[in-house]
């Protein structure tokens, strides 16, 4: 058998066209056009809550999306472990995945190299295997391994959650990260911002005083919304935006992995 790792770059290319339709449809739900912000003044506080009218509709089909992206770049690393079996000379089947693990040890705690079904033998595939695992950090292997930042971790059990039940993925309050204001005629409003998850109408999503004073009349905060994952399984990415994190997946799947594995294999001519 010759390799052959079309499949897998065909794989990846699915998942990024999947997710470059996905923010097309993510922004034209969060056109500003689509919804209205209000500030309003309240006599017993003094202070001029701050709300959103018109939330954006979370669309239940962005959750399958989510699932769709994540199972077709986890596909893409079993691809490219039914192809290092070919590279190494053995014969891959049912049994061929490629292994991701949170430690090194074993239940009882023995060291277990990482390695393929049926088992690799290049040293260079191993290798590879081992250091692009989730507890092998910069400096080499470390325990207790520091999984849960690991990209590839976080790709591992997105997939497995999706597997079970749909992912969350809700409408974060406010972007807080693309809010300014100017106030060059009066002094800076102080601000308390809302920062969790956007529900309904009725609730202030910012708190502006402006000192006993009205605010300006052009006074804008240049509040946007975002979409993000609200997954309580996994506490790392809650209220991270989606695109970033499904954007860094794509990377480490492209680049991290399969980049490490590609020069190992015969480049065409």
């Known amino acids: 058998m010759t390799t052959d790792l079309s499949g897998v770059d065909l794989k990846i290319g699915r998942a990024k066209a999947h997710l470059a339709k ?3 449809s993510v922004k034209r739900a969060l ?3 689509r919804y209205t912000f209000t500030l309003k003044f309240d006599p017993q506080t003094k202070k001029y809550p701050y709300w959103v009218d018109r939330i954006p509709t979370i669309k239940p089909e962005w959750n399958l999306v989510i699932g769709e992206i994540l ?4 596909s893409a690393l079993d691809h490219l472990a039914w192809q290092l079996v070919i590279l190494d000379g053995g014969t891959p089947g049912e049994q061929t995945y490629f292994p991701i693990r949170d430690s090194p040890f074993n239940k009882k705690g023995k060291f277990i190299t990482t390695n393929l079904r049926p088992s ?5 595939i191993l290798t ?3 250091e692009c695992q989730p507890y092998f950090g910069p400096e080499g292997m470390i325990y207790p391994p520091p999984h849960d930042e690991s990209l590839l971790w976080l790709l591992h059990r997105l997939n497995i959650i999706d597997k079970h039940r749909l ?6 309050v406010l972007d807080t990260g693309q809010m300014w204001w100017d106030s060059p005629e009066t002094p800076a409003p102080v601000a308390r911002i809302e920062t969790g998850v956007l529900k309904d109408s009725d609730s202030p999503i910012a708190f502006f005083d402006f000192h006993g004073k009205e605010p300006p009349p052009d006074f804008n905060p240049n509040p946007t919304l975002s979409i993000t994952f609200d997954e309580g399984e ?3 990415i809650k209220l991270a935006p989606y695109d970033i994190i499904l954007d860094q997946l794509c990377g480490c799947v ?3 992995i399969l980049g490490r594995f590609r020069p190992l294999f015969p480049q065409p001519s």
Do not use: Q
Not at 167 to 172: E, G, K, S
């Open 71 to 74: 199972f077709n770049l986890r």
């Open 31 to 33: 056109d500003p056009e």
């Open 22 to 24: 996905l923010k097309k």
């Open 167 to 172: 992912l969350l993925v809700v409408a974060c």
């Open 234 to 236: 996994m506490p790392a």
């Open 254 to 256: 492209e680049t991290d």
């Open 120 to 124: 690799i033998k290049d040293a260079k």
């Open 128 to 130: 590879e295997l081992e």
